[in-house]
C-alpha cells in the first residue's frame, strides 16, 4: 500500500488524533477511534461472510453515519464499494448489479424502504444486514490492498447500453490524494462539507481528503442548498466543495450576500463549468476563501486538472479556465479538422487514469484508445477544450449531446433508448434545453402513446433527473441536411412552447 493509500491515510489520522471530530452527520459527532472500530466492524463482518476483496452494493444514504462507516469497512476489507443511490429506480439497481456481477451487499436493517425494491438476482447476490453497532471488535485486521485491486464502481450514463461501470483502483485513488493534498494546506482543525450523493465520485474526495486530513466530514442535512450559507455558518464549514449548480441555487435564494460565508478558507467546485460571474459574487460572500474550479471525469478519478481563481480577475467573464493537471497525469488535445490550433478533444493519460467500463470491452475499446506520437493510453473525455500560450486549458463545451443537469452526467440517447423500448418501435429525440439557467430535458416522439402512462413508466427505468420536462408527439421528427436529427429545431421548438 502506498503512503497515500486512502485506508493507510485515514489510519494515521486514528493515531495521530484519535478523540478529534471525524464526521457530523443527522445531529450526531463521531471521532476518529470510533469511526475506526464501527468501520472494523464492517469490515470483519465481511470477512466473516466471505466477502473480503469482493464487491459489495449498498443503498448509500447520505444522511445517516452508516454508509460512511460502510465505506471504510469495504475498504478495510481489501473490497470494492458499489453505491446505489437511495431513490433507485430499482430496475436500474438491478442493471448495475448485474453488470458488474456484484456478488454480495450489506443492508441498513433501520432503512425497511430499502428492503422492497432491493434486487435478489435470482440468489446470486447475498444481502448482509449490518446494524450500525458501536461495540468494538477484536478482529481489527487490515486486508492489504494492491493498487489494482479496485476501491469503488461509480455508474455513468450510457447513450447506448445503459449505465456504465467505471472502476476505480486503489492505486487510481492513491495518485489522485498524493497530487491533490500537497497543493493545498488542508488542516486537521477544517470542516469540510460533504453535500454529494455517494454515487458520485466527488463524495470520495471529501471523505478521503477530510479524512487525510485528520479534518471533520460535515453532511448538510438538506443537499439541495437553499439553506446551504446558514447551515455553513452553523456547522463553522471552512472548506467547501460543490458543484457550481448548487451555488447558483444558494444565488438565486440570495444566500450569497457580502461575508456570508466569512470562515471559508477554501472552496472547490467541480462537475460542471463554473461561470465567472458566480465566482465573483462568491468571492465577495467568502472573501477569505481560495477559489478552486477541479475539472475531471469519472474515468480520470474525480479530478485531473484545476484552476485556482485569482482574485484580481474578478471581472472576467465566461467560464473560468479547467487550468492545467494537478499532478502526474498527461494530457492531449486531439486536433481536428475545421477547429482552430491548440483546439480540440482533451485526451487523458496516466496515473489517475481509470482502466476502463467494467464487463464493456467494447465500449472501453472506443473511449480508451492509443494517440499517434504518445506512449501510454489516453481516455478521450468528449470535452472540446483550448489550450492558450500559457498551457491554460479552457472548457469549451461537449462534441457529444452528453448534458450536465444539476452535476448529474446525462447522456439523452439513454433517455431516447429507454423511451424506444417503452414504445416499442418508433423514434425518440431527447434535447436539453436551457431554463432559468438550468439545463432541462425535453423529449420528441414520432408514434402515439399515452403521455402520462409513458412518463410513468420512465420513472421506474431512470433516475428523476433524466426524466423529461415533456414529452411531445410529433407527426414526423425534423431532420438536417445531412439526414440527422435536427436538434437546434427541436430545442427551439422547446423554447417556443
Ligand atoms: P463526471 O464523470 O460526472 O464527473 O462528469 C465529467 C464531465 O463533467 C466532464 O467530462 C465535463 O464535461 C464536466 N466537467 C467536470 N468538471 C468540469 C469543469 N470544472 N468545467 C467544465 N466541465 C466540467
Known sequence: MTDFDPIVLFRRSVAHSPGSPALSVAGSVIG????????????AAL????????????VAHRDGPWSYVVVLGVLKAGGSCVPLHPDGPAERWQLMLERCAVRFGLIDPSRQEDDRNLPTMDGAITWLRMAHDTRPTADTTITAAHADDEAYVMFTSGSTGGPKGVGVSRGNLAAYLGHLLPRYDLRADDRFTQHFAL????????????????????????????RAAAWARTEGITVWFSVP?????????R?????????????????????????????KAAPDARIVNLYGPTEATIAITAFEVDPSDMEASGVVPIGAPIGRDRVAVIPAEGVPEGEGELALSGPQVTSGYINAPEITARAFVALPGHDGLWYRTGDHVRRDANGTLHYVGRIDHQVKILGHRIEPGEVDEALMRLLDGGNAVTVPVMVNGTARLFSYIDVSADVPVLMERLRAELPAPYIPERITILDGLPRNANGKWDRPQLIRMAHDN
Open 32 to 43: 476518529y477511534a470510533e469511526l475506526d472500530q464501527l468501520s472494523d466492524r464492517v469490515a
Open 47 to 58: 470477512r466473516t461472510a466471505g466477502a473480503a476483496g469482493a464487491r459489495v452494493a449498498f
Open 245 to 253: 449548480s448548487l451555488a447558483a441555487v444558494m444565488r438565486r435564494a
Open 255 to 283: 444566500a450569497l450576500a457580502p461575508d456570508a460565508l466569512p470562515a471559508l478558507r477554501y472552496a472547490f467546485f467541480c462537475g460542471e463549468a463554473l461561470p465567472w460571474e458566480l465566482v465573483n459574487d462568491w468571492h
Open 199 to 226: 454515487p458520485f465520485d466527488l463524495s470520495m474526495h471529501d471523505m478521503f481528503v477530510c479524512w487525510a486530513c485528520g479534518a471533520c466530514l460535515c453532511v448538510p442535512p438538506d443537499p439541495g442548498g437553499l
